[in-house]
């Protein structure tokens, strides 16, 4: 069983565009991520988010929005999508606790045309 | 504000010859540090974290503090090993759902039959 899933794999859209990614870890874990990896490898938190708080990276723009449906998921909300979009875009989740490891997502390849 | 360094972008060894991924950090206390690693087309996995003092696949990290370094080793590098290697930082006390990773920008190591 995969432990965090993310879908698409593959998103080629126009620029202007709304879409979504979608999240879900089935490892009981009270906190989920997303980050985000651009051209050059470099892997950047946007969000982290739990029952309790949701925390953005002052550097989102607010196109970008977290949703949480239930605590297994956390999906990817991006409104009129630019090309500076363009990158893959990783799911992952983690326990509360100490020195706990981070599980990700196979990544999603966002290529906004 | 915590921040990662991963001096080389690229590190081409040949196999056999001793590897050393370079990481150093910056933050007040004592953080959690961690390497994760990204083979070609999978997902982002941890390597080892400090607190765990293990190695796996043949890597060791230390963790100095008078250095504020955590640098990857491995005496024999093998093919198996090339990859993108990330170090990350987690700080333990900033509250709840905040238990994010702060990565540096990544080393990719290239081992040559």
């Known amino acids: 069983d995969t432990a965090v899933s993310q879908t698409p794999k593959y998103l080629v859209t126009q620029m202007g565009n709304d879409k979504s990614i979608k999240c879900e870890q089935n490892l009981g874990h009270d906190t989920m991520y997303w980050y985000k990896q651009d051209s050059k490898k470099f892997l950047k938190i946007m969000f982290s988010y739990n029952n309790k708080e949701l925390i953005i990276n002052e550097t989102v723009p607010n196109r970008f929005s977290p949703k949480s449906p239930d605590k297994a998921h956390l999906n990817l909300h991006i409104n009129s999508l630019e090309l500076g979009d363009s990158a893959v875009y990783f799911c992952?989740?983690?326990?509360?606790?100490?020195?706990?490891?981070?599980?990700f997502g196979q990544g999603t390849r966002l290529t906004v045309v | 504000a915590q921040r990662v360094t991963q001096p080389e972008k690229l590190l081409s060894v040949f196999k056999g010859a001793p590897v050393e991924l370079k990481c150093n950090y910056s933050?007040?206390?004592?953080?959690?540090l961690f390497w994760y690693v990204q083979y070609s087309r999978q997902r982002l996995q941890l390597l080892l974290r400090h607190i765990s003092r293990e190695s796996i696949k043949g890597f060791t990290a230390d963790l100095n503090k008078g250095e504020t370094s955590f640098h990857l080793k491995k005496p024999f590098a093998q093919e198996e090993d090339s990859a993108m290697y990330y170090c990350?930082?987690?700080?333990?006390?900033?509250?709840?759902?905040?238990?994010?990773?702060?990565f540096g920008k990544g080393t990719k190591l290239s081992v040559i039959p």
């Open positions: 992952a989740s983690s326990q509360e606790t100490e020195n706990t490891e981070a599980f």
């Open positions: 990350a930082l987690r700080d333990p006390y900033s509250g709840a759902g905040s238990y994010q990773l702060t």
């Open positions: 933050y007040s206390g004592s953080p959690e």
